[in-house]
């Protein structure tokens, strides 16, 4: 996570001080018309972890097919750096991939512990239409360096290539890819609690193999909220449920960051909600043709109370 300085006029050193701690969590000053610390606190704390939560479900994802496609471990950015692939078995009708962490990822943001178990039946290949692998997550213990900050995930979920096909080849062979995947898992955050986290999504995949776009929708519904991408428990143990109102459009140019789109969070017991608006720059702007963001926007309402906060996407 980048960290911005505030700079005010002329305060005392005691009250300076007491804003450059608040900048440790890269959050502008919050624009609300009535003070409701609380309530923004929670949606950036919720918003922050489902970044993180989704990034390292991505991750898990492309060395998911990686190894489907017999792709080679390599110290490059597109390969699983500091994977292994341990063994391979045969368990009645179903091959199982046996896989173990240790080490940064291939682009040092991250370093990673841990287990995987990729499970694909015989005489299925990734690339056909409707092939599935089902990915058991064992003690995926992430921490960045940057941040030194340790996030845990253990559970499983179902990767689904609905369209058939490889993003190598798109561009190529393939103008569009779709992959679709559900998961249930255990997070323990940073601050050591647990809690249960769900997640439904689209992925779809258009461009080249090199300059390709990411559109990613929410799959679940639940109750009253549908296109659900995200929902469980937050830190406080309350439940949250995150739609995609928007879709969501990841550009490969910008590091696969978000340039377009928006999700709603909400909290039913507090009666609050959050809307999470990509695409800003440094200057809390929307960003321009051919720019990459650096931030998104999130602005939150609860009981007549509402604001605006800017925060850096890492």
């Not at 969501?248 to 909600?273: E, M, N, R």
Request: with cysteine; glycine share 8%; charged share 20%.
């Amino acid at each position: 996570m980048k960290t911005q300085k505030l700079i005010f006029g002329i305060f005392t050193t005691v009250v300076f001080a007491s804003l450059l701690s608040l900048t440790s969590c890269n959050k502008d000053e919050d624009k609300s018309a009535n003070n409701d610390n609380e309530t923004s606190a929670t949606f950036v704390t919720l918003s922050q972890d489902e970044n993180y939560f989704e990034e390292e479900i991505d991750r898990i994802d492309d060395d998911a097919n990686l190894f489907m496609m017999g792709g080679q471990l390599k110290s490059s950015e597109a390969g699983p750096c500091n994977a292994t692939l341990d063994s391979v078995r045969i368990i009645n009708d179903t091959i199982v991939y046996y896989i173990s962490y240790d080490g940064l990822n291939c682009n040092g943001k991250v370093h990673r512990t841990g287990n995987l178990e990729i499970r694909i039946k015989q005489g299925i290949f990734w690339v056909q239409p409707g092939a599935s692998i089902k990915v058991k997550i064992i003690n995926y213990t992430v921490t960045r360096p940057k941040m030194g900050k340790t996030t845990i995930l253990n559970g499983e979920k179902i990767l689904t290539n609905v369209t058939g096909g490889h993003v190598g080849l798109l561009g190529i062979t393939y103008d569009t890819i779709i992959h679709e995947m559900t998961g249930s898992f255990q997070m323990t955050f940073d601050d050591n609690t647990t809690r249960t986290w769900n997640i439904a999504r689209r992925k779809t995949f258009t461009g080249t193999a090199t300059n390709m776009d990411i559109s990613i929708e929410g799959l679940a519904t639940s109750g009253e909220y549908t296109s659900l991408v995200c929902w469980g428990q937050n830190r406080k143990g309350d439940d949250f449920y995150t739609q995609i109102i928007q879709p969501v459009i990841l550009k490969q140019s910008c590091d696969f960051d978000p340039i377009l789109g928006q999700k709603k969070h909400s909290i039913p017991s507090k009666s609050a909600t959050s809307t999470v608006t990509f695409g800003y720059n440094d200057n809390n702007q929307p960003i321009g043709e051919g720019e990459c963001p650096t931030k998104y926007r999130l602005d939150w309402e609860h009981n007549g109370n509402s604001g605006t906060v800017y925060l850096f996407l890492h």
